[in-house]
């Protein structure tokens, strides 16, 4: 059993396929994720069709300008939905866009103080911000606990620590597999077992040797293999460990 705990199957016009060839290879939860609010009711479309595929609610930090008005308020609205199980993708990237920063942080903060509110694990984006995600993260925590992932880390070991002080996860994504990611397999090596989750991201990063290909849930196996590599224990025990863990930060 696996959990594809970070995919994008909105657009897809082959969604039913892709979901039926991932349930073949074992993947038994989907979090189909959020990055564009208003495009909610396509996401819960999706889920509602198979008990195993859930969504999350959020604006994505490349969306920042366009959703400069959203409200915490806003998102946990749009959360009342039982296939609502997450809060994001939402957070900071400073790569693509960093004339937005001071948009991308306010819009961040609205999405922590849902998360806040909820209870809802956050699904934290992080792209050359470690330095203001730790800092906004550590700030809110102080003032009020909550859940999140951060999701396809990629980022510095600070940053983990970080995260994992405050009881959040750390998601595996194809990116462990590429040949010149030696740092990033090296930062899972440290990461308990406990706080692990694996993803793909779909339709983008695609693991070895799928690389440059679309990506899809299926491949979620390959990823879960190369850290089961990295964490030097067997396919099965990943596997399980990081399925149980979803269930658990999920309550499902």
Do not use: W
């Amino acid at each position: 059993m696996l959990a594809d705990s970070h995919c994008h199957l909105e657009n897809n016009a082959e969604v039913d396929s892709v979901i039926k060839r991932a349930q073949v290879v074992g993947v038994e939860y989907i979090l189909d994720v959020g990055a564009n609010i208003t495009h909610l009711s396509e996401h819960l479309d999706i889920a509602r069709r198979y008990d195993h595929v859930y969504t999350s609610v959020g604006a994505h930090p490349q969306e920042a300008t366009e959703f400069g008005d959203l409200k915490a308020i806003d998102i946990l609205r749009a959360c009342e939905n039982d296939k609502v199980i997450a809060i994001g993708e939402a957070g900071l990237d400073y790569y693509y866009n960093p004339d937005t920063k001071d948009q991308q942080i306010a819009l961040f903060k609205e999405h922590i103080a849902a998360a806040q509110a909820s209870q809802l694990p956050l699904v934290i984006h992080n792209r050359e911000s470690d330095e203001d995600m730790i800092e906004l993260l550590s700030s809110a925590y102080d003032k009020k606990t909550f859940k999140a992932i951060i999701h396809c880390y990629s980022s510095s070991k600070r940053l983990a620590e970080v995260a994992l002080e405050m009881g959040f996860y750390i998601s595996a994504s194809g990116i462990i597999t590429f040949k010149k990611s030696e740092e990033i397999r090296a930062n899972f090596a440290d990461i308990p077992l406990d706080r692990l989750l694996v993803e793909t991201d779909a339709p983008y990063l695609a693991p070895e040797p799928k690389r440059g290909k679309v990506n899809e849930p299926a491949n979620v196996v390959l990823t879960a293999q190369k850290l089961a590599e990295i964490k030097q224990v067997s396919f099965t025990e990943i596997s399980e460990v990081t399925t149980n863990n979803f269930k658990r930060l999920f309550e499902l």
